[in-house]
């Protein structure tokens, strides 16, 4: 059960899931709502999260808050941390009539603030737009989070993920290893931040080589059901023509590539998991019984330029919020009821031969479970 501090443990009316957190940005704030609504229900208990970029900072903040003081602890902390973030006067560059985008049309046009900002990134380096390396989320972090406290107390499985540059790999900073360092290398966006120095070694987001990570999650916890929470839209309809557009577009697929493929070896190792009628160590038995479902908005969030990303504006960040508490309330009425009996996220579209199946029958299909055509 769990106790007045917080500490999580195993009860028999409690269903054990697993969080894997994706990066984008503001967009995250999404992420917030979602983990703000599940947390209401007692009938969740969590083991383990991971996350990249902004889901990093989400599962980090929700694991310090329920290790200092539970459910609730865990809720407050993800709203201080959103609500300093929106009123962060460093943050907020751009105009606040964008805020607005997230219930405009899709035709909205991106404000001037944001798609000057986007190109001085192609142009100048970190250094050049951001000499005195100001970041705002190091105030933040070191504020509202007690490392020391995290490392030595923390119950929750965390797997923050980050890109070492000089190799390009993936490195996970667990519970016992966190430090404020490896939190803000995670989030450490090459064209906006200088790379974190941690032990002589320079780090970028983790976005790039895991968002989120998803076999760490198998391989090192008990709970069988893993819940993505994803920030991404599945497809865009349409392909870019301008300059502009096939960046930005180019900057997304960067950031789903990995993910993708992951999710790839995860659907090809479950599926011969399953073949085999032996199954020995951890990592086999967890795939072969491995449930997976995922919580997002498609149509919400492909309605949203990727630039606003970027846009912390409060209107925007409680919009998200309110996005994210919707489609979590929704899931638990309509797919709860399956966690710990089935998978309501079908991981077949990511097998390769299932590639022809059509774009627009994916994301329906994945979580129907259905066949594709």
């Given at each position: 059960m769990e106790t007045a501090d917080g500490v999580p443990g195993?009860?028999?009316?409690?269903k054990p899931v697993t969080f894997a957190l994706q990066g984008g940005g503001s967009h995250g704030a999404f992420t917030w709502g979602v983990l703000d609504r599940l947390l209401?229900?007692?009938?969740?208990?969590i083991e383990g999260i991971s996350g990249a970029s902004a889901g990093a900072m989400n599962a980090v903040v929700l694991a310090h808050g329920y290790t200092a003081g539970g459910r609730d602890g865990a809720r407050r902390a993800l709203q201080d941390f959103w609500e300093s973030v929106a009123g962060k006067a460093q943050f907020n560059s751009v105009p606040q009539d964008l805020s607005?985008?997230?219930?405009?049309s899709p035709k909205t046009d991106v404000a001037a603030g944001l798609e000057s900002l986007y190109s001085l990134m192609r142009f100048?380096?970190?250094r050049q737009i951001n000499p005195?390396?100001?970041?705002?989320?190091r105030d933040i972090l070191e504020k509202q989070i007690d490392f020391e406290r995290l490392r030595r107390d923390c119950r929750l499985d965390l797997f923050i993920a980050t890109t070492r540059v000089s190799t390009g790999m993936l490195r996970l900073f667990r519970t016992r290893?966190?430090?404020?360092?490896g939190l803000l290398a995670s989030a450490?966006?090459?064209?906006?931040?200088r790379a974190i120095d941690i032990d002589g070694e320079a780090y970028w987001d983790g976005g790039l080589t895991a968002n989120p990570p998803i076999f760490p999650l198998v391989h090192h916890c008990a709970a069988r059901d893993l819940i993505l929470v994803l920030l991404q839209p599945s497809h865009r309809p349409d392909a870019p023509t301008s300059a502009g557009e096939i960046r930005r577009r180019l900057d997304e697929?960067?950031?789903?590539?990995a993910f993708f493929t992951e999710l790839q070896g995860v659907a090809l190792a479950k599926r011969e998991a399953e073949r085999s009628a032996f199954a020995f160590g951890r990592l086999p038995r967890g795939l072969k019984n491995l449930k997976t479902h995922a919580i997002d908005s498609q149509e919400f969030m492909s309605r949203l330029s990727a630039i606003s990303k970027l846009n912390v504006h409060a209107g925007f960040i409680h919009a998200l919020r309110d996005e994210g508490r919707k489609r979590a309330g929704i899931w638990l009425e309509e797919k709860f009821d399956l966690v710990g009996v089935r998978s309501s996220f079908s991981l077949d579209r990511f097998l390769p031969w299932r590639a022809g199946a059509r774009s627009r029958d994916l994301p329906r299909l994945a979580l129907t479970g259905q066949n594709a055509p």
């Open positions: 195993r009860h028999l009316n409690r209401e229900d007692t009938r969740i208990e607005a985008q997230a219930s405009e100048f380096s970190p005195l390396d100001i970041n705002p989320l290893q966190l430090t404020l360092e450490c966006v090459p064209a906006l931040h697929i960067s950031f789903s590539a």
